[in-house]
T-cell receptor, first 114, second 113 residues
């Protein structure tokens, strides 16, 4: 069974640009969550999508947005990139939305802002 | 509000020695607790989870954790460390209704030969 797939693995952008990251969940999983990982702030929750609807959102500015498609694949978009957006962005999927369900993580997209 | 505290950002043990990584949580509701491991340049891999039932939870790679409500702890242990256990370990809690997971700051485990 294929795991969570994130593309691309690495990205280099400059300040002011925008970027779109993609996540394909495990087959049959309908919940997709996104996290930002940085050395200073650790792992922080961005948002969760289920059945194409955003269920929860973390404490990030509106420049961070996402969406989910009918096949459960998800994209995350960051506009007007800032140096502080440099991070590893992790996507995780789970079968449902229950808090007791473990999430399965992809290997992440490492975004570097110049 | 929920929170997770991992004591010790770096832990070193000798190969074959006991591994003990500490996690304390704060939650106003019965928590669901998880331990994940992250190897360099990889995502997080689930080691074990506590949802309900038995308080001693066994996971993969010989790890286990015990949920102690009275101490609000969920420490991760392994009787005998192996070189391949060197990685970063994260404790997480869910059930806040707002954030999917709240993660601890992580503990980097170093295994000495």
């Amino acid at each position: 069974k294929a795991g969570v797939t994130q593309t691309p693995r690495y990205l280099i952008k400059t300040r002011g640009q925008q970027v779109t990251l993609s996540c394909s969940p495990i087959s049959g999983h309908r919940s997709v969550s996104w996290y930002q990982q940085t050395p200073g702030q650790g792992l922080q929750f961005l948002f969760e999508y289920f059945s194409e609807t955003q269920r929860n959102k973390g404490n990030f500015p509106g420049r961070f947005s996402g969406r989910q498609f009918s096949n459960s694949r998800s994209e995350m978009n960051v506009s007007t990139l800032e140096l502080g957006d440099s991070a590893l962005y992790l996507c995780a999927s789970s079968f449902g939305t229950g808090d007791n369900q473990p999430q399965h993580f992809g290997d992440g997209t490492r975004l570097s802002i110049l | 509000a929920q929170s997770v505290t991992q004591l010790g950002s770096h832990v070193s043990v000798s190969e074959g020695a006991l591994v003990l990584l500490r996690c304390n949580y704060s939650s106003s509701v019965p928590p669901y607790l998880f331990w994940y491991v992250q190897y360099p340049n990889q995502g997080l891999q689930l080691l074990l989870k506590y949802t309900t039932g038995a308080t001693l939870v066994k996971g993969i790679n010989g790890f286990e954790a015990e949920f102690k409500k009275s101490e609000t702890s969920f420490h991760l242990t392994k009787p005998s460390a192996h070189m391949s256990d060197a990685a970063e370990y994260f404790c997480a809690v869910s059930g806040s209704g707002t954030y999917k997971y709240i993660f601890g700051t992580g503990t980097r485990l170093k295994v000495l030969a």
